[in-house]
T-cell receptor, first 111, second 116 residues
Framework: RKEVEQDPGPFNVPEGATVAFNCTYS??????FFWYRQDCRKEPKLLMS???SGNEDGRFTAQLNRASQYISLLIRDSKLSDSATYLC????????????FGGGTRLMVKP | DVKVTQSSRYLVKRTGEKVFLECVQD?????MFWYRQDPGLGLRLIYF???????EKGDIPEGYSVSREKKERFSLILESASTNQTSMYLC???????????????FGPGTRLLVL
């Protein structure tokens, strides 16, 4: 079983739609959580950190459910430029700040 | 603005060749990492380093070695390249987070290595 699991997609949505991705993690000791975005043939870049209380950044909302060990990312009013792969990432501080990446969920926003 | 650079965007090597991948960061970060990324497998950690001359094995260190002689530079070495090392190689750097902050890793643009 993978440590961080994501639906690979692709999620094909029209512009303006709301789309949500979930991610589950197996290590209950995980302490930090992130969503990274990776464009085709580019490097991953931090989209947002995920805090226990949930957090919002413009059209993006991230939530953490520690009891069920899953993380979600909600994108509202999706734009063509949101088309990318979204990587769920967890960090166990006890393991020396190593990040564990999910395989990514591919989003394609169509006109 | 953090900048992580990698020596090559694309490389083609032959089986058995020794391959050097260089990574340089300009933010005085203590931590540096090498990953490979393959379709369906995501990013997997090869090696990382917390300080000059220090190195730690990641999840898939076999067939690789690293060198960190200077703080800003972290090299990945394939002693004898094999076809199963064809992949996208990504370098990253980070700095230990201050209390309460979450550490962010910054990635280089990646090197696509093809081993024939």
């Amino acid at each position: 079983r993978k440590e961080v699991e994501q639906d690979p997609g692709p999620f094909n949505v029209p512009e303006g739609a709301t789309v949500a991705f979930n991610c589950t993690y197996s290590n209950s000791a995980s302490q930090s959580f992130f969503w990274y975005r990776q464009d085709c043939r580019k490097e991953p870049k931090l989209l947002m950190s995920v805090y226990s209380s949930g957090n919002e950044d413009g059209r993006f909302t991230a939530q953490l459910n520690r009891a069920s060990q899953y993380i979600s990312l909600l994108i509202r009013d999706s734009k063509l430029s949101d088309s990318a792969t979204y990587l769920c990432v967890v960090n166990d501080h006890n393991a020396g700040n190593m990040l564990t990446f999910g395989g990514g969920t591919r989003l394609m926003v169509k006109p | 603005d953090v900048k992580v650079t990698q020596s090559s965007r694309y490389l083609v090597k032959r089986t058995g060749e020794k391959v050097f991948l260089e990574c340089v960061q300009d933010m005085d970060h203590e931590n540096m990492f090498w990953y490979r990324q393959d379709p369906g497998l995501g990013l997997r950690l090869i090696y990382f380093s917390y300080d000059v001359k220090m190195k730690e094995k990641g999840d898939i260190p076999e067939g690789y070695s690293v060198s960190r002689e200077k703080k800003e530079r972290f090299s990945l070495i394939l002693e004898s390249a094999s076809t199963n090392q064809t992949s996208m190689y990504l370098c990253a750097s980070s700095s230990p987070a201050a209390g309460g902050q979450q550490e962010t890793q910054y990635f280089g643009p990646g090197t696509r290595l093809l081993v024939l």
